[in-house]
């Protein structure tokens, strides 16, 4: 079900039809740059066909992106071109807990928050905790407690700074949260909630 809708969703809609498009995600490369070591590893969880990947490979990142969907891994390869080149690019579950090796930064913009259900914010939760180094740090942005309740027609569950601590638990603390009206490509504003986050270590 999960990776039959991605692959309708990437199957059938181009850039301009997908309401969490960013032309430039400015705020995820300011918010991972701020908290990695220089040129650090990063897993982009669920890119999509993001250009975060291929920004950060080129700015001197080891970086992998791994998404569900092939198509959205083909199209971001696509999208990205040579800047993408030494990113290494996976199709993968993220509740299957694939092996990701160890980085210093995990990045998700607008995945978790589709996990309403218990058992997947755990396994999730395990991949993460399992694939960032002690001291590695989580940028999770999310739909905000005031912002949309679907996001591509799926419903969501809505964070704010309680709310993403409780659900990281105590092996986390969270170092910095912001607000971010994100616009989509038709001109609506959907509000997200930042978090950046340290695993104890
Ligand atoms: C709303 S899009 C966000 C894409 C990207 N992070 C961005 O901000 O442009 C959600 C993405 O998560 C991917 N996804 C959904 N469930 C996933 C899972 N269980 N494992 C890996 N990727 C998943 C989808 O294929 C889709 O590309």
């Known amino acids: 079900m999960r990776l039959g809708h991605w692959e309708g969703v990437y199957g059938s809609k181009d850039e301009s039809e997908l309401s969490w498009h960013q032309d430039d995600p400015l705020l995820s490369n300011k918010l991972i740059t701020a908290c990695s070591p220089p040129a650090g590893s990063l897993v982009d969880v669920g890119g999509g066909s993001s250009l975060l ?3 950060l490979a080129q700015q001197g990142y080891e970086v992998t992106v791994v998404d569900i969907s092939v198509s959205a891994i083909e199209r971001a390869k696509a999208r990205t071109g040579a800047a993408g080149a030494t990113v290494n690019w996976l199709v993968g579950d993220i509740l299957q807990q694939p092996d990701l090796g160890l980085c210093d930064v995990w990045h998700d913009r607008a995945v978790f928050h589709f996990l309403t259900h218990e ?3 755990h396994a999730y939760l395990a991949c993460l905790h399992k694939t960032v180094r002690p001291g590695g740090h989580v940028v999770l942005g999310a739909f905000a407690v005031d912002g949309p309740m679907q996001c591509s027609g799926l419903p969501v569950e809505r964070y704010d700074a309680s ?3 409780l659900v990281l638990g ?3 603390s969270l170092v910095s949260t912001e607000q971010e009206l994100h616009t989509t490509p038709w ?4 509000l997200f909630f930042w978090a950046v986050a340290r695993l104890r270590g």
């Not at 001109?187 to 959907?190: V, Y």
């Open 163 to 165: 709310s993403v601590q």
């Open 187 to 190: 001109g609506k504003n959907q």
């Open 119 to 121: 058992d997947d914010r």
């Open 170 to 172: 105590d092996a986390w």
């Open 53 to 55: 990947g291929g920004q």
